[in-house]
């Protein structure tokens, strides 16, 4: 599982940089990223279910919408990238 959640960022660093990629996944997985890395959340933690809550719900959903707005073509691109460099090792 751990491979696969490596390969998986891989596939999401190179939509990231591909040039068919929208402004606005772009956009959305930079919002998910630094929605991870910031110290502070839009709902604190110590409150209980919902201050966990909010990380397992945001972070995904805005990984799912920037994924949405990518071409299928260019996602395949790009896995097809990663699994040829993990061939190769």
Not at 25 to 45: E, Q
Not at 61 to 86: H, M, N, S, W
Request: a negative charge; one cysteine or more.
């Amino acid at each position: 599982m751990a491979r696969q959640l490596k390969a998986e960022l891989a596939v999401y660093q190179l939509v990231l940089r591909h040039p068919q990629t929208p402004w606005l996944a772009k956009v959305l997985l930079g919002m998910a990223v630094g929605y991870l890395l910031l110290p502070f959340d839009l709902i604190p933690d110590f409150i209980p279910i919902l201050g966990q809550l909010d990380d397992l719900v945001i972070v995904p959903g805005l990984f799912y919408l920037a994924i949405k707005c990518v071409p299928a073509v260019v996602i395949d691109e790009c896995r097809r990238q990663v699994a040829d460099r993990t061939a190769d090792q």
